[in-house]
């Protein structure tokens, strides 16, 4: 018979805050589901759907994955979290103004993003998670190149979908995100810097998002 957990315990809080936390990821995928969607019926427009096909990953690798070891539950990573995982179901698609480029180069651009966003989930699997923790060291595939293989898709899907709806509020909440994912990128690496493991691979990889860049 399984033990016991009493819900004002410790054990179960940390509980509870897992499973508000697969929830509301699910929530989240769910609004943003229904406006890309929406707008493919409406338009046609493919890239908006690539930009879901990278997102549906989060809710599956977050329901699979794996206790971690050490989570950082301070506020400020709580808050870039949350602005970093909110931003993309703000996104509108919009006809006006007019896209930068034609939806075929902003699907190819946002299929690029995928291709890396997918990459690097597989090689992480169930060590995936949303809040800067160490749910154990992966060096392989896409982060032998960089550290954050995932968060360099995302920023790619991100400007493929904002040069396909270069809307004003776009630009304001994909700024506003993907600034708060570069903050929790810098955060994961200081929770996973007390890992042995991690030093020696931040030794061997030093760029944190670009090659040559950052």
């Known amino acids: 018979m399984a033990a016991y957990t009493h819900p004002g315990s410790p054990e179960g809080l940390r509980y509870l805050n897992d499973l508000l936390s697969r929830a509301v990821v699910c929530g989240l995928f769910t609004v943003l589901s229904i406006n890309l969607f929406t707008h493919y019926l409406r338009t046609g427009h493919v890239t908006g759907l690539l930009l879901l096909v990278g997102e549906a990953l989060v809710v599956v690798l977050t329901v699979m994955r794996r206790r971690a070891i050490t989570v950082d539950r301070s506020a400020v990573a709580a808050i870039m979290t949350t602005i970093s995982l909110a931003g993309p179901v703000l ?13 075929n180069v902003t699907a190819l651009l946002a299929a690029v993003g995928l291709v890396l966003v997918v990459a690097g989930k597989m090689a992480l699997g169930r060590s995936f998670g949303v809040v800067p923790a160490n749910r154990g060291v992966v060096i392989r595939g896409p982060y032998s190149l960089v550290r954050h293989p995932i968060y360099t898709g ?10 396909a709806h270069p809307a004003a509020w776009n630009v304001f909440v994909i700024l506003l995100a993907d600034s708060a994912l570069i903050l929790r990128a810098l955060m994961e690496e200081r929770v996973l810097k007390a890992d042995a493991k991690y030093q020696q691979y931040c030794l061997r990889v030093g760029w944190h998002l670009v090659p040559g860049v950052f």
Do not use: G
Request: net charge negative; aromatic share 8%.
């Open 91 to 103: 996104l509108r698609p919009s006809d006006a103004p007019p896209s930068l480029a034609p939806d």
């Open 154 to 163: 995302y920023l790619i899907t991100h400007v493929a979908f904002l040069m």
